[in-house]
């Protein structure tokens, strides 16, 4: 079993940064993809941006140029940096393992003038 605890969120300005971590229990994190969603007030749950144990990088088109994900496996952490945030950025973001259907249990971010 796999635990993962996201950390970062907050209540930020349109135009502001927050960066999202999410720590990983155990050994296997680097083995596996790793994805942000979120799910803001009244919507399902969307995803944001995935990263492949290889690296390699998808995002969603409304957060392209503004989000950033990486990952470090030595620290089994997985990040995403958000910069010039608007107001519909507004979720609870999750981080996920793919493939083992392990997720955190979300950060808030509220983006408000």
């Known amino acids: 079993q796999v635990q993962l605890v996201e950390s970062g969120g907050g209540e930020v300005q349109p135009g502001g940064s927050l960066t999202l971590s999410c720590v990983a229990s155990g050994q296997i994190f680097s083995y596996y993809g790793m994805a942000w969603y979120r799910q803001p007030p009244g919507k399902q749950r969307e995803l944001v941006a995935v990263i492949a144990s290889g690296g390699s990088i998808k995002y969603s088109d409304s957060v392209k140029g503004r989000f950033t994900i990486s990952r470090d496996n030595a620290k089994n952490t997985l990040y995403l940096q958000m910069d010039d945030l608007k107001t519909e950025d507004t979720a609870v973001y999750y981080c996920?393992?793919?493939?083992?259907?392990?997720w955190g249990q979300g950060t808030q971010v509220t983006v408000s003038s």
């Open positions: 996920t393992m793919l493939g083992r259907d392990y």
